[in-house]
């Protein structure tokens, strides 16, 4: 209190005081009282002396007792005084104040008991300048003057030992009660004040009562009686309540304990009740299980034994009952840095209420932020909390007002205060008992509080190291409890008497005491245990049921449908996104700018040339497989930590039952959008600048499909894993393989023996985005260019001619030949070792009859070691003779027709072959998928396999559903039917992306984990 102002009180207080028949000892005695509950010794004596200055009091005649005392009337002259002094107190204090300001005057006229008109008259002034209610002021003035008997009024609570009186106040009966206890409630500043009228040993907070004196009943306040139950101030604050909760809660924990997977025992034996109204705190050391009790009150964990009971419903065991009904605010932001405060709240509360409009959504997220002080700050971002643009304060608050704003009937918080200025924390915890004020059951878990937060709380559970519950009441007198334990001097007071603060601290001090050796110094041990805590506390202690409420929980909660849970998660995914800025530049940039390195690095032109030659470009096939390791790559930089940030978001709207599917097909859709124009952009610098042409939705699909991919592949791994870092060291491990199995770095058949395949491509490979996109992009790129795309059918039958007619026909009469010799040695050793030469020539002989129905060899059943003779060998050799014929006739019609189909393009433009050529054809693609570097046959599993020209060679399929082929294959099967190796490639690519959200959707990779972590 300001100099100023206790100079205006003591000129008020002297003003009253000489009404009448002047001033008197009790009066001064309260004035004394008064300043020096304000000032140091000194300085009361300076303000008593101003006292008796205004009051008109000569100090010399105070122990005079034939003072000549007269009766004043109150002078114009004060009457101008009076209103001069309020209105100066007025501008300084706030309302609070002025209501303990015009009680201290009432406390005054009540040191004497004169009540008489002109005291009063003043004090009725003094109110209507402070606009003070009229109601409040007749409720404090029945507090003061009228008699405990006549007083009835619902602002006033009686505490006696009479039955339930006939009368609008409250009561709380207390046996053996002398007199009475007032306690009225100045509700429109929440204040309680207390006064006694008996003359019995009644203590506040460990100090003495008197009768003649009214006393601030605070957060926290115990009054003990000389026999009976303390009154505690969440009693007295209940009863008043009473009558303003509509909802009922009863909220029951029954002997709850818990077990971590590992055999770890989190909880034991938990027992608590309460019900609406209550603000119940949570401490305990590191280790002690707050949080596991917080997990597990709030139906996120479930109980290994024991039951968690709300309104007569198991939580665990009926979820569904209770949706709504708890809300849970944990120790980090819950906030999209992004987001400004209005649109963090709006979009919340849209996901909330699906029946209000946006003017009520409105009206109700701008009401929400005024009464937490925010809308000030309503338009600013939130940031992040290293790079703040409100305060930790505000963050806190605002976390609060994402679940105030939906007005749960349960709220848990877990370290509210933590990081916080203590006047922030403050604020916050005052906004939590406003909360617990209006009818809500709040949990809170807290840590070092202050005093003042300390003595907010109705009760307090503190857990010790290893999940003990050694006690559960009233706070002040968790304090006196453990000092009693402890066997401390002065163990029954729980504040300080001159200034009624509480060291919480203590309470640990004494908890965690260390037994001290022979030498004075502190060993590990502990002076007593947490199961010795925990004995005595059961002891001594049971924890008072509230009966269970029959009635369901109050729920407030009116989810939107799905589709509009995909709307509202889109739009704010979206706006997030794009007021990123940094985000938004750097991920239009890097794609272009990473096309445009890479092709500006690869545009190779030859020594000898002038200009850049697209089909001289020995760079091509690289920068295909490149192009699909950087739309991979990026794909996974965008959606690496998308679920992972979004968690601790995800776990409280998980109390809100929303649609999971919704929030991932948005999350999906705006990562895909991303990947799609980061695609574009690169396919088309990178494509220009090479001069690929008439391929760009190809290329532009291809990529987009690979990053859609890894995109499905990120998210899966943002959701598994718990650590940004962790997430991060995958991306390599999951590049890799795409890399080294893709195709473009080493042959397939080239690999370890264990992996690698020579007729098709191995089993592993098939699992690999990568290799299916290159393979899509190498074979279009070189089938259907604007040049090749004319000439492809007749190449193939050139090479099918050539091959089939000369290579195939060579390599089996090579075979029948070695046959023949061994069936003429009449060595059986031999024979019997020529059994994988007549398997082979049967394979092949077959093969080319389903291939060849003009020219068939009939007796293949018969070339075996048993029947195969000279005459059946000539009779091959014959049938090959034909053979040769035939594929040699076709070949050199293909041919003839290349050379007309050049020599009628000649004849329009003698260069338009080569320009053709030159821009469309890549002899680099055409060399690679044309295997040119390979042998032309390979024995294999008794197979002749030929590696030469597989972008001319159909896939050999056994069965309607065998999709498998050899590498650069021009066509697919599958169901019976040949598609186009690009689109039948996309379509396995997507397969794999959806397979892999129905793994997100379920989150099987975290739970896979999981499950080999235990």
């Known amino acids: 209190m300001s100099e100023e102002i206790l100079k205006a009180l003591m000129q008020l207080f002297a003003i009253i005081a000489k009404q009448d028949d002047g001033v008197e000892d009790n009066e001064i005695e309260f004035v004394k009282t008064f300043l020096s509950s304000q000032l140091n010794k000194e300085a009361v004596e300076e303000y008593v002396a101003l006292f008796y200055k205004h009051a008109g009091i000569n100090p010399d005649d105070l122990h005079n007792d034939k003072k000549d005392k007269k009766r004043q009337l109150t002078s114009v002259k004060d009457s101008v005084k009076i209103l001069g002094i309020c209105k100066k107190i007025n501008k300084r204090l706030n309302q609070k104040q002025k209501v303990v300001v015009l009680v201290r005057l009432f406390e005054l006229v009540n040191a004497d008991r004169k009540f008489t008109e002109q005291r009063m008259a003043i004090i009725n002034t003094v109110a209507e300048v402070f606009n003070i209610d009229p109601d409040e002021f007749e409720s404090t003035e029945s507090f003061v003057v009228e008699s405990p008997e006549k007083i009835s009024n619902p602002h006033i609570l009686k505490i006696n030992g009479k039955e339930e009186e006939n009368t609008n106040s409250k009561h709380i009966h207390s046996e053996d009660l002398d007199g009475n206890l007032l306690v009225l409630q100045i509700k429109s500043v929440d204040l309680y004040f207390l006064r006694y009228t008996g003359n019995q040993d009644i203590f506040l907070n460990g100090l003495p009562l008197n009768n003649r004196s009214i006393y601030l009943f605070a957060n926290g306040g115990t009054v003990k009686l000389t026999k009976g139950k303390p009154v505690y101030y969440s009693d007295v604050v209940a009863h008043f309540l009473a009558d303003l909760t509509s909802s009922k809660i009863s909220f029951n924990v029954n002997n709850v304990n818990f077990t971590f997977p590992n055999g770890g025992v989190g909880l034991r034996d938990i027992e608590l009740s309460e019900e609406q109204g209550r603000l119940i705190g949570i401490m305990g050391a590191s280790g002690a299980g707050k949080t596991t009790l917080l997990n597990v009150l709030t139906g996120m964990e479930k109980p290994s034994e024991g039951s968690v009971i709300i309104n007569n419903i198991n939580i665990h065991e009926e979820p569904e009952k209770i949706e709504g009904v708890i809300g849970s605010i944990p120790q980090d932001d819950l906030l999209i840095s992004e987001l400004t405060v209005y649109q963090n709240l709006y979009y919340n509360a849209k996901l909330c209420f699906k029946d209000k409009t946006e003017d009520e959504i409105d009206e109700l997220v701008s009401k929400t932020l005024t009464s937490l002080g925010l809308y000030e700050r309503k338009d600013l971002k939130v940031g992040s909390p290293l790079n703040k643009t409100i305060s930790g304060g505000q963050r806190k608050r605002l976390n609060i007002a994402l679940e105030l704003i939906r007005e749960p009937s349960i709220l848990f918080v877990d370290e509210p205060t933590s990081g916080l200025s203590s006047r922030d924390s403050e604020n916050v915890m005052d906004l939590l008992r406003e909360l617990a004020l209006k009818g809500k059951l709040i949990f809170v878990v807290i840590h070092q509080p202050s005093s003042d937060i300390y003595k907010m709380f109705d009760k307090m559970l503190i857990l010790d190291t290893g999940g003990f519950q050694i006690y559960y009441g009233n706070p002040v007198e968790a304090v006196t409890y453990f000092k009693k334990l402890d066997n401390q001097i002065n163990s029954d007071v729980g504040e300080c008497p001159t200034c009624g603060n509480v060291n919480p601290e203590l309470i640990f001090n004494i908890i965690d005491a ?50 509009s849970q995909f709307k509202i998660y889109t739009i704010r995914d979206f706006i997030s996104k794009i007021t990123n800025k940094q985000y938004v530049i750097l991920n239009l940039l890097e794609a272009p700018l990473l096309g445009f390195i890479l092709s500006f ?19 091509i096939p690289p920068y295909i497989f490149m192009a699909l390791i950087v739309a991979l790559f990026l794909g996974f930089m965008v959606s690496a930590e998308e679920i992972f940030k979004d968690r601790k978001i995800l776990k409280r709207e998980a109390f809100l039952n929303l649609s999971r599917s919704s929030y991932l097909i948005s999350k999906i859709l705006i990562l895909f959008f991303i990947s799609a124009l980061q695609a574009l952009l690169f396919a088309a610098v990178a494509n220009i600048v090479l001069e690929i042409r008439g391929m760009f939705f190809e290329y532009w699909f291809a990529l987009f499909t690979i990053a859609a991919f890894a995109n499905m592949l990120g998210l899966n791994i943002s959701s598994a894993f718990n650590s940004a870092v962790t997430i991060y060291i995958m991306i390599p491990l999951l590049m890799i393989p795409q890399m080294a199995l893709g195709g473009a770095m080493f042959s397939f058949d080239k690999l370890n023996r264990n992996i690698s395949s020579v007729d098709k491509v191995p089993v592993i490979a098939e699992f690999i985005a990568a290799r299916w996109c290159y393979e899509a992009l190498m074979v279009k790129q070189f089938r259907d260019n604007e040049f090749e795309k004319h000439f492809y059918q007749i190449d193939r039958a050139v090479s099918i001619g050539s091959y089939r007619g000369t290579k195939w026909t060579e390599e089996i009469e090579k075979r029948v030949d070695v046959a023949l010799q061994s069936v003429q040695s009449n060595n059986d050793s031999i024979i019997e070792a020529s059994k994988d030469i007549f398997e082979l020539l049967r394979h092949e002989l077959e093969r080319e009859n389903k291939r060849n129905s003009k020219i068939t060899f009939p007796s293949v059943s018969r070339i075996n070691n048993k029947d195969f003779n000279a005459q059946l060998a000539d009779s091959l050799l014959n049938y090959l003779a034909n053979i040769k014929d035939y594929y040699e006739t076709i070949s050199l019609k293909a ?37 040119i ?7 294999y599993d008794n197979k002749l396999v030929r590696q030469r020209d597989p972008i001319f060679r159909y896939p050999e399929v056994e069965h309607a559903l065998d999709f498998r082929s050899h590498f650069f294959a021009p066509q697919k099967h599958f169901l019976g039917v040949y598609m186009d190796t690009y689109y039948f490639d996309m379509m396995v690519v997507w397969l794999m992306t959806i397979v892999l959200y129905i793994t997100l959707y379920y989150d099987s990779l975290k739970k896979l984990l999981e499950m080999t972590s235990k």
């Open 933 to 939: 570097y390979m042998k032309q046959v390979v024995e």
């Open 601 to 619: 690095i690869i545009r190779y032109i030859e020594p000898d040339a002038d200009n850049y030659i697209f089909r001289a470009n020995a760079n």
């Open 514 to 563: 260390k037994v001290v050796d022979e030498f004075g110094r502190y060993t590990q041990n502990r002076k007593v245990t947490p199961d010795e805590w925990e004995k005595r506390y059961k002891a001594e202690n049971t924890v008072e049921k509230v009966p269970d409420v029959k009635e369901n929980p109050p729920q407030t909660l009116n989810i939107p449908q799905w589709l």
């Open 895 to 931: 041919r003839k027709k290349k050379d007309a189909m050049i020599m009628k393009l000649d004849a329009k433009n003698p260069q338009l072959y080569i320009q053709q050529q030159n821009k469309y054809h890549n002899e680099a693609v055409s060399d690679i998928v044309k295997n």
